[in-house]
């Protein structure tokens, strides 16, 4: 997959637990776009579907 990094949301080390972060897509336009989440020696990706004013997670979406 091609493609540039376009935001960062969390950039260091973090305590163990449940953590949150909110991704301010105003500015983007429609499209696809890939996250990645990396914990200790863990790594996984997923693809997010940005149309309009609304974020799409596996079929789910959100305003």
Known sequence: ???????S????DRSAGYHQEMWDAT???????VYQLVAT???GA??????????????ACHM
């Open 1 to 7: 997959m091609l493609g540039q990094e376009v935001a």
């Open 9 to 12: 949301l969390v950039d260091g």
């Open 27 to 33: 500015r983007y336009s429609s499209g696809m776009y």
């Open 41 to 43: 020696d863990e790594r």
């Open 46 to 59: 997923k693809q997010i579907a940005l149309l309009e004013d609304r974020i799409c997670v596996s079929a």
